[in-house]
């Protein structure tokens, strides 16, 4: 695996990925350099850990290595695959997978596949290639990260990073950015607070949930001014983003 340094990362609107590999400098430096290429990364280090992530998280793909120190990647698989639905990913059938692992026989590859692996890719292996086929894979599962979000007048382009507003262009910061992109793209779903953090800013604030009152009233002020509300608290969980009612 090769990657390069990169100083700042730009607004992430390239999906929502869980990275599972047991090597914690392998998994730092993926998460980094998909964080880098616009994607939001959780992360976890064993079989267990990846299923209590993927429900917290609801990611659009699951990247998993085979080799596990509990459940290795195909029981991981085995149990993603019969609990998927919607509560696991709301904008596909079934949460995505790529396999990612050192073991590069034949019969390893076919197993993951029968058992609803979307592709495998052997390590060493080089960071640019592998952002390719997550795209891909994205794209073919219906789940394009890059695909224009609409809520009543309200437009997102993750690719070009514009939102406009009954054509009126808005202008937001990049944590304005990210929130927004996530309360789109589960528009009519009612998040909370904590999975607001999680999946925004990345880590938790220490459970202080403040910083996501603050940047919602920040987005209110942007998107909600002049037209019909869009942006709606639902009180004791968190918030939910619809259209106005006809």
């Known amino acids: 695996m090769t990657t390069t340094e990169h100083p700042e990362a730009g607004p992430a609107t390239g999906g929502n990925l869980l990275v599972v590999d047991d090597e914690p400098t392998v998994r730092g430096l993926l998460c980094a350099a998909l964080r880098h290429a616009g994607f939001t990364v959780a992360a976890a280090g064993t079989g267990q850990e990846a299923l209590d992530r993927a ?75 592998l952002i390719a086929r997550i795209r891909a894979v994205l794209r073919r599962t219906g789940g394009d990260p890059t695909a224009l979000l609409r809520v009543a007048d309200l437009e997102l382009d993750p690719e070009g990073v514009q939102t406009t507003r009954a054509g009126e262009p808005i202008r937001l910061s990049p944590t304005e950015f990210r929130l927004l992109h996530y309360l789109m793209a589960n528009a009519g779903r009612t998040v909370s607070k904590p999975q607001i953090l999680r999946r925004v800013w990345d880590y938790d604030f220490n459970g202080d949930t403040g910083i996501v009152d603050t940047y919602i009233s920040y987005l209110r002020r942007k998107i909600d001014n002049g037209g019909p509300k869009l942006v709606h608290t639902v009180h004791g969980v968190g918030y939910v983003l619809r259209g106005p009612k006809p």
Do not use: C
């Not at 034949?106 to 197993?111: A, W």
């Open 55 to 129: 429900r917290e998280v609801s990611p659009d793909l699951v990247l998993l290595d085979v080799m596990l120190p509990d459940l290795d990647g195909f029981e991981v698989i085995r149990r993603l695959r019969e609990r998927h639905g919607p509560a696991m990913t709301p904008r596909a059938g079934h949460v995505p997978v790529v396999f990612l692992t050192a073991r590069d026989a034949t019969r390893d590859k076919v197993e993951g596949l029968v058992l609803g692996g979307d592709d495998y890719v052997t390590k060493p292996f080089e960071l640019e290639e």
